[in-house]
């Protein structure tokens, strides 16, 4: 997996060293057409709206469209796959995310994997998910939580939104680092797994921060942590995982990325008005709304984040001994 590393931080690092004197007539007179982002979620979801806010923002400063092309499907496989096969000209763009990271090692007889077809563009954003239970759930804390899994083994029912993705590997992370015994339950969606919760059928689900707030806030749902690195401010009240489990952290992201190939000048066009965009006040404050912080840098930055995260997931997948095809 370090090799892997060294080579994706090669390819990023190649990716921004801007010859100024090999610009092509293509990147000079870029972009003169639409652009197209693949987002590996439906309509709806936050990754989505997230793609759309910056997309739009964006767009003005590029002088074209940026149309939102949601392909669901395969974990990010689906979308991934699309993006890889079309021109490497910056036509077509991904919303890179941390499942994509996580596919390297889940998809692991995949041909076409984010390390090796995808060149990173720009960071967009993070995110936390919050240890939720029931209210009727005697733990009050992450503390509590932990030693009463510990002293209920198999017990809890700790619900995801599907198998694989980070609701569910928060928990095997929590799993590998504490070594509680838990049962995971994969629901269809986020939804799905919340209306689980509330009527008791599971007792546990770590949930995106942005989804979980209005649970929270009717106090239909108690929240116990976050797996952020430093309090939040949209739940300054609520204490980190890693103050009970230290280094346990947990952060969702989005970026953008564009086929290996796409010419570097463009790669840096599209990496400045990324980050203009997200210096935008409205952009950021309705990514606010959302429990979401932007996350502006470099190519290299970006590179550096998809390759620790790789390594990261990897351990866990293999861990949880999950495999898919």
Same mark, same amino acid.
């Given at each position: 997996?370090?090799?892997?590393?060294?080579?994706?931080?090669?390819?990023?690092?190649?990716?921004?060293?801007?010859?100024?004197?090999?610009?092509?007539?293509?990147?000079?007179?870029?972009?003169?057409?639409? !652009?197209?982002? !693949?987002?590996?979620?439906?309509?709806?979801?936050?990754?989505?709206?997230?793609?759309?806010?910056?997309?739009?923002?964006?767009?003005?400063?590029?002088?074209?469209?940026?149309?939102?092309?949601?392909?669901?499907?395969?974990?990010?496989?689906?979308?991934?796959?699309?993006?890889?096969?079309?021109?490497?000209?910056?036509?077509?763009?991904?919303?890179?995310?941390?499942?994509?990271?996580?596919?390297?090692?889940?998809?692991?007889?995949?041909?076409?994997?984010?390390?090796?077809? !995808?060149?990173?563009?720009?960071?967009?954003?993070?995110?936390?998910?919050?240890?939720?239970?029931?209210?009727?759930?005697?733990?009050?804390?992450?503390?509590?939580?932990?030693?009463?899994?510990?002293?209920?083994?198999?017990?809890?029912?700790?619900?995801?939104?599907?198998?694989?993705?980070?609701?569910?590997?928060?928990?095997?992370?929590?799993?590998?680092?504490?070594?509680?015994?838990?049962?995971?339950?994969?629901?269809?969606?986020?939804?799905?797994?919340?209306?689980?919760?509330?009527?008791?059928?599971?007792?546990?689900?770590?949930?995106?921060?942005?989804?979980?707030?209005?649970?929270?806030?009717?106090?239909?749902?108690?929240?116990?942590?976050?797996?952020?690195?430093?309090?939040?401010?949209?739940?300054?009240?609520?204490?980190?995982?890693?103050?009970?489990?230290?280094?346990?952290?947990?952060?969702?992201?989005?970026?953008?990325?564009?086929?290996?190939?796409?010419?570097?000048?463009?790669?840096?066009?599209?990496?400045?008005?990324?980050?203009?965009?997200?210096?935008?006040?409205?952009?950021?404050?309705?990514?606010?709304?959302?429990?979401?912080?932007?996350?502006?840098?470099?190519?290299?930055?970006?590179?550096?984040?998809?390759?620790?995260?790789?390594?990261?997931?990897?351990?866990?997948?293999?861990?949880?001994?999950?495999?898919?095809?």
């Amino acid at each position: 997996m370090r090799l892997a590393r060294r080579k994706f931080l090669h390819l990023a690092a190649g990716a921004a060293a801007l010859p100024g004197f090999s610009l092509t007539t293509e990147a000079q007179t870029y972009p003169s057409r639409p !652009i197209s982002l !693949i987002v590996f979620v439906p309509p709806g979801g936050t990754p989505d709206i997230i793609a759309r806010l910056i997309g739009q923002s964006m767009s003005q400063r590029l002088g074209q469209s940026i149309v939102i092309d949601n392909r669901p499907g395969a974990g990010g496989n689906l979308a991934l796959q699309a993006v890889a096969r079309a021109p490497a000209d910056g036509y077509t763009l991904l919303l890179v995310a941390t499942p994509h990271a996580i596919n390297v090692t889940l998809y692991e007889k995949s041909t076409v994997t984010l390390t090796r077809e !995808i060149v990173p563009v720009a960071r967009i954003n993070q995110d936390s998910f919050v240890l939720l239970v029931n209210p009727s759930f005697p733990a009050k804390t992450v503390r509590e939580f932990v030693s009463y899994a510990k002293a209920n083994p198999g017990k809890i029912n700790l619900a995801s939104a599907g198998t694989g993705n980070l609701t569910h590997l928060c928990g095997e992370l929590l799993r590998m680092m504490t070594g509680i015994d838990v049962v995971h339950v994969p629901y269809r969606g986020t939804p799905a797994a919340q209306s689980a919760l509330i009527a008791g059928e599971v007792q546990a689900f770590f949930d995106a921060v942005g989804s979980s707030m209005a649970h929270i806030q009717a106090g239909s749902l108690r929240a116990l942590g976050v797996t952020a690195a430093a309090r939040l401010k949209i739940l300054p009240d609520i204490p980190l995982i890693g103050d009970v489990v230290p280094g346990y952290a947990v952060t969702g992201w989005l970026g953008i990325g564009v086929p290996k190939g796409t010419p570097p000048e463009i790669i840096e066009r599209l990496n400045r008005e990324a980050n203009a965009a997200l210096a935008d006040p409205a952009v950021r404050a309705r990514m606010a709304e959302l429990g979401s912080e932007p996350l502006p840098g470099s190519t290299g930055e970006f590179a550096k984040l998809i390759a620790e995260e790789t390594e990261k997931w990897s351990e866990v997948v293999k861990f949880a001994g999950l495999k898919a095809e």
